[in-house]
Structures are given as C-alpha cells and as structure tokens.
C-alpha cells in the first residue's frame, strides 16, 4: 500500500482536535498488526483521544523515531471548493484537510513501516502518532512520559511537519497566557463612577505592545527566522454583556515566542509588573481593580547543533546542503528536552498550505519523502547511524 492511499484514508477520518482521533489510531493500529507490527496505544485521561507508538526491528536496541500528529486544525468559516475530509487528486496535488499538516508524512512514514516490516533491519525503525499538537502539544506529553520510562530512548527524531522537504534544525519557544483584568460593573450612563474592565484590557494590551517594542528593538537575535526576534501577541480579547452595562471582567489571551537566547519566564515577570502597574493605577477608583496573570501553555524551542551527526545524517538522507529553522512550534522542542533525543524537522509539504481552504500536499513532495525514508531504511538495515553501536 504506497503512501498516496494511505493518505486518502488518513484524509478520510475527521480528526479536529475538538473531536476525537480514535478512529484514524484504530485503522493505524490494524494495518500495522496485519504486518505484524505491535502497537502501543496510549489513550487519554477522558478514554477519548489516543498516542500511537510502534517499533519494527529489534527492541533491545535504540532506534530513529518518526513522528507526527494525527489531529488538524477545524474547516469553520473556511471557504473550501473541494470536500475537505475527502482526498482529491488534481494536476499533480492532493487535496484534503490535513493534506499538508501533517497526514502527507504521516501516509509516508506508515508506508516505511509497512516495507520495514519485511525487512531485517538492526536498527528499529519507530512511529510516533500523538493527539492535540494544534492546540498546544498536549496529547504528545503521556507518549513522552512513556518514553522516558523505557530502557532505551531513540537514537535521533525526525518530525515530520511540512518543510517542503528541507532539514529544519529548530523553532522558537511558545508560552501562551491569559490576563484577566477585574473591573467593577454599573450603568454605562454613569460610567466614569465604574471601572470598565476593557479599558483596564487595553490598557494591558498596550503595555504588551510596548514590550514586543523593546524586543523588536533592543532584544536577541536570531537570523534564521523570518522574524529574527522573540515576538508577543494578543489572539483573543473577551468581555462585555450588554451595551448598557459596564463590564467588570476582560480576559485578554496572548503569547510569547521566543528566540532560544531568550527566557519567556522573564519576558512574563515584566509583563506581570505592567500589569501591576495599570491595576495600581486603576484602584483609585476601584480598590478591587486587578490583572491576574495565569500561564495556559507552554513548550520549548527547539535548537539542534546544525554541527551535529544527527544533523548531517538527515542532510544525507535528502541530499541538503544547508539547513533553516522555522516559524512555527512543534513537539520536536519536547523530545529534545525530556528524552535528550537529537531531533530534526523535515516533512512533505509546505506550512503556507496548512490551516486554510484547499489544503494540498504535491505528489512530487510526497515521492520525495518516500525516497527519503527509503534510504532511511537501507541505513537501518546496514546500521549505518550516527552514535549506533
């Protein structure tokens, strides 16, 4: 079975993250046992979403683990032309949600699995299928949790998020937070009496402007980003019932992505100090003014010695001279971090097609991940790997 059907049965199950993934980790675990491959499952707390992680090849001996993410981002509001949890193949594209993020490597690296297991390989070959990256990287964390109990942790990761085939060697840092700035309440025709909490919102969000100034400005730098800088960002502001009515609560989301020479705990310590600063401010008219600060999320950057063996074994695997970082987060900062694992990103597909109408991955991106993985497998069968013995 080659990759490109896999994929239009990957596309097939709807797996939002608000939804669950059980279906699409049932089909994964049947075709893998019908080639004899065992799977582990490790489900969520609530039954309702479900990890992925097999081995092919002998257990006693650390391996190379691919790994992917199984959920995708919602189709609301999206203006699709095609069906979007139906695979459509067009002048030399695939179409489908998920299509780009990230079924394309996960159909490819199910189709190595599947030709691994008839192969001797003497080093394993592992698959990794988490849950809810969109929403954070949570599910990932109980696979990770696993891992790191078992006696051998893998040789090196590649995670397989769309970068049209090129070795990506880190990514920045996320903390997202939420502010919730206490007002007092009353009628909007006495308002200067009340303490209308967007005001104290704005007023936050002002605040953050100017510390992603100082960033932009005086703050570390990276050259391999796009924004070469740590950037903060306010996605969501919520408050307010009725127009006549002051609002005494606005909860502000925002996050910080950070550059690896840079501490987000840090960034936020300051943060937390303008925002003690505006509700000091405020409490003159009402002593009950407060910005409460909560930490929602967070997960590491990723920055593997572009120097590195694990570095230069995936150059060979696809032939790059060179390598990039790129601009969005992925679980290959936890690997790194809690299993000492040498992680790399490199997938089919491109991230400018990912999380909008017509998704679609090309066959030429998918054939290349093929090949990639192809010698991947020659490699495993020879033992040719970075740091194996």
């Not at 490109?4 to 046992?33: G, Q």
Request: hydrophobic share 40%; glycine share 8%.
């Amino acid at each position: 079975m080659d990759s490109i059907r896999i994929l239009e049965k990957l596309i097939a199950f709807p797996t939002v993250s608000r939804d669950s993934n059980l279906d699409l980790i049932s089909y994964v675990a049947n075709l893998l046992d019908a080639h004899g491959v065992a799977c582990q499952i490790i489900q969520s707390e609530d039954g309702h979403k479900a990890n992925l992680f097999a081995t092919i090849g002998p257990a006693v001996t650390s391996g190379v683990m691919l790994s992917g993410h199984t959920d995708v981002v919602p189709i609301d509001g999206q203006n699709w032309t095609l069906p979007f949890f139906e695979m459509t193949e067009r002048d030399g594209r695939l179409y489908g949600r998920g299509a780009a993020d990230m079924k394309g490597f996960v159909a490819c690296a199910l189709a190595a699995c599947l030709k691994a297991s008839k192969m001797t390989l003497k080093t394993p070959l592992q698959l990794a299928l988490s849950y809810d990256e969109e929403i954070g990287c949570i599910g990932v964390r109980s696979l990770i949790g696993m891992l790191q109990l078992a006696p051998q942790r893998p040789l090196l990761c590649i995670v397989g998020e769309p970068t049209d085939m090129q070795v990506a060697t880190g990514h920045k840092g996320k903390l997202a937070a939420r502010a919730l700035c206490k007002g007092r309440e009353g009628h909007s025709a006495l308002a200067p009496l009340a303490l209308n909490a967007i005001h104290l919102g704005c007023d936050f969000v002002a605040a953050l402007r100017r510390v992603q100034d100082r960033l932009a400005r005086d703050g570390a730098r990276d050259g391999d980003y796009d924004i070469a800088y740590t950037t903060v960002h306010v996605g969501k502001m919520n408050a307010g019932v009725a127009l006549n009515i002051v609002p005494n609560l606005c909860q502000v989301d925002f996050e910080i992505r950070n550059v690896g020479a840079d501490n987000p705990h840090e960034i936020l310590d300051g943060v937390r100090e303008e925002a003690a600063r505006i509700a000091a401010e405020a409490s003159t008219i009402a002593p009950e003014a407060a910005i409460d600060i909560d930490i929602t999320n967070t997960y590491p950057g990723l920055d593997t010695p572009v120097s590195s063996q694990a570095v230069a074994f995936v150059k060979s695997l696809t032939g790059a001279n060179n390598t990039i970082k790129v601009a969005f987060g992925t679980e290959g900062g936890l690997f790194s971090r809690d299993l000492s694992t040498p992680t790399v990103v490199c997938g089919p597909g491109s991230t400018a097609q990912g999380h909008k109408p017509d998704e679609f991955i090309s066959v030429e991106q998918m054939r290349r991940c093929d090949d990639m993985l192809e010698k991947l497998l020659q490699r495993l069968a020879d033992h040719q790997l970075p740091g194996a013995h």
